[in-house]
């Protein structure tokens, strides 16, 4: 898989060792980036023009996090419990308080609850042995036996 397919692709398995890497590396590049922006417009950080930027990370986060849902062999549309919700608060910043201060309180702390099941179980856990239902192992590891013929 290339270095772009890694990025912007839906397609595919994606080890933990690459999910890391790729994820610091977005992260360096968008702080590259962002922090002159901040300091040459002077952004302050109830500034929506920040939330935009960020939202520019949007596509290649969710790409990494669905391919390493795929290693994990379940679908990359579980990416969405955590999508929907951080977007909705993204989006909330950018009206005006009408009495929403309490749906994005409440959006926040539901990201972050979601963000660390997730990061635990797509982080931290190793991906599926062998080749799964969204492609071979990234690891090029065909396991000998299956592990249900281990314990049987």
Same mark, same amino acid.
């Given at each position: 898989?290339?270095?772009?397919? /890694?990025?912007?692709? &839906?397609?595919?398995?994606?080890?933990?060792?690459?999910?890391?890497? +790729?994820?610091?590396?977005?992260?360096?590049? !968008?702080?590259?980036?962002?922090?002159?922006?901040?300091? !040459?417009?002077? #952004?302050?950080?109830?500034?929506?023009?920040?939330?935009? #930027?960020?939202?520019?990370?949007?596509?290649?986060?969710?790409?990494?996090?669905?391919?390493? =849902?795929?290693?994990?062999?379940?679908?990359?549309?579980?990416?969405? =419990? +955590?999508?929907?919700?951080?977007?909705?608060?993204?989006?909330?910043? &950018?009206?005006?308080?009408?009495?929403?201060?309490?749906?994005?309180?409440?959006?926040?702390?539901?990201?972050?609850? =979601?963000?660390?099941?997730? #990061?635990?179980?797509?982080? &931290?856990?190793?991906?599926?042995?062998?080749?799964?239902?969204?492609?071979?192992?990234?690891?090029?590891?065909?396991?000998?036996? /299956?592990? !249900?013929?281990?314990?049987?």
């Amino acid at each position: 898989m290339t270095f772009v397919q /890694k990025l912007f692709s &839906f397609q595919g398995r994606l080890r933990r060792r690459d999910y890391w890497l +790729y994820s610091i590396l977005l992260v360096a590049g !968008a702080l590259a980036v962002l922090v002159p922006v901040i300091l !040459a417009l002077g #952004l302050q950080a109830e500034d929506a023009r920040l939330s935009l #930027l960020g939202l520019v990370l949007t596509w290649p986060s969710m790409a990494l996090l669905v391919k390493r =849902i795929h290693d994990r062999d379940k679908t990359g549309r579980m990416a969405l =419990i +955590y999508w929907i919700p951080s977007l909705v608060s993204t989006g909330l910043g &950018f009206i005006p308080a009408f009495g929403l201060g309490g749906l994005k309180v409440f959006l926040d702390i539901s990201t972050g609850m =979601i963000g660390l099941w997730f #990061l635990v179980e797509f982080g &931290f856990m190793d991906g599926t042995q062998g080749p799964n239902e969204y492609g071979p192992s990234p690891k090029g590891v065909v396991p000998k036996e /299956k592990l !249900a013929d281990v314990f049987s």
